[in-house]
């Protein structure tokens, strides 16, 4: 059974920053492909940044520039730190793993407000 925990989601003023943090507890983490998503009510569940096994990166066009993705593989960690945090960004965001399956976390909520 995978399971994905993320962590690290609030509330933030526009221009602020956050780290996000997912926890992976399955075998041979290094095989995975790593995203994170991002969902607002009524809308469709978004890309926002992949990391491959290899570790090369892919980002949304909104937030290149903003986001970064990484992985630890010792931790079975992968994290998206974001800056120039601006209320567009407001959601719930997801983290997938991607193998032979796909596997979904349960989502920590971002709110950037004044």
């Known amino acids: 059974q995978v399971q994905l925990v993320e962590s690290g989601g609030g509330l933030v003023q526009p221009g602020g920053s956050l780290r996000l943090s997912c926890v992976a507890s399955v075998s041979y983490f290094g095989l995975y492909d790593m995203g994170w998503y991002r969902q607002v009510a009524g809308k469709e569940r978004e890309l926002v940044a992949t990391i491959t096994r290899f570790g090369s990166t892919n980002y949304a066009d909104s937030v290149k520039g903003r986001f970064t993705i990484s992985r630890d593989n010792a931790k079975k960690s992968v994290y998206l730190q974001m800056i120039s945090l601006k209320p567009e960004d407001t959601a719930v965001y997801y983290c997938?793993?991607?193998?032979?399956?796909?596997?979904w976390g349960q989502g920590t909520l971002v709110t950037v407000s004044s």
């Open positions: 997938n793993a991607k193998w032979t399956m796909d596997y």
